[in-house]
């Protein structure tokens, strides 16, 4: 273990370290986080979701690939999970989410990016307009999908299109997850509560299923995440009084 490694476990310094060197705490963070995912409630995991989001927010931001986005993707999640979201708010605020580089011929990305902004604006909702715009945009998505879906698939070569539709089945089962905790807030009913945490479980597991056959890594286990949050989400949420007027 190299010695900026060793100072980060004991009392670490963020502000006074290279940015190769945060990057490699925050993946080493990463993997710790992974080996704890079902001891969710110890302060160690707690904590190392803490830690990931302030190594996230000293690092530059940017938006300009789909791996910039799966990165705050996770900054998000981990900060949630950390009861940092207020933290990750106020990071989120300084900058323009709604400047994300977004082409529609691009369907695969573009599915991806649209979520994620609504996904983010479920997470971090602050009135009933928030919740009403995330449902929208996935509404939005089911219109676009008529117009764009195929003619994407038809111009990629052969041998990745099976990949590339494995990608797009896996967004719109998350998509669905979104669209279903966004519904469960705005409706306010308890009565339904495990039928909707059965059907959270089940797209979350689908697109965890296609992700993995499409060979893409990095999604497969973004949905690991988003399968914590979910639940997490929900618990929190659902003895809540749900002030969320407009």
Known sequence: MVDFEKEFLVSPKLNNLKESELIRLKELCELRILELLDWQNTPEFTNLCSKYVDMSIL???????????????????????????????????????????????????????????????????????????????????????????????????????????LEIVSFYYFAKTVELLAQYLLENKIQNQNDIKNKISKYINKSKESAGFSGNKMIELTYVYIKIFSFEFFKRNENHQRLIEI
């Open 59 to 165: 690092l530059p931001f940017q938006l300009k690939t789909d791996e910039d986005v799966y990165e705050i993707l996770k900054l998000v999640i981990f900060g949630y999970l950390a009861n940092r979201s207020q933290s990750v708010k106020d990071f989120l605020n300084q900058h323009d989410l709604n400047n994300l580089d977004l082409d529609i011929t691009e369907w695969n990305s573009y599915l991806f990016r649209q979520i994620f902004k609504a996904f983010t604006r479920l997470v971090l909702f602050e009135s009933k307009n928030d919740i009403l715009s995330s449902i929208n945009l996935i509404n939005q998505l089911r219109v676009e999908q008529k117009q764009f879906e195929l003619s994407y698939l038809k111009k990629l070569e052969e041998e990745y299109k099976p990949s590339k539709a």
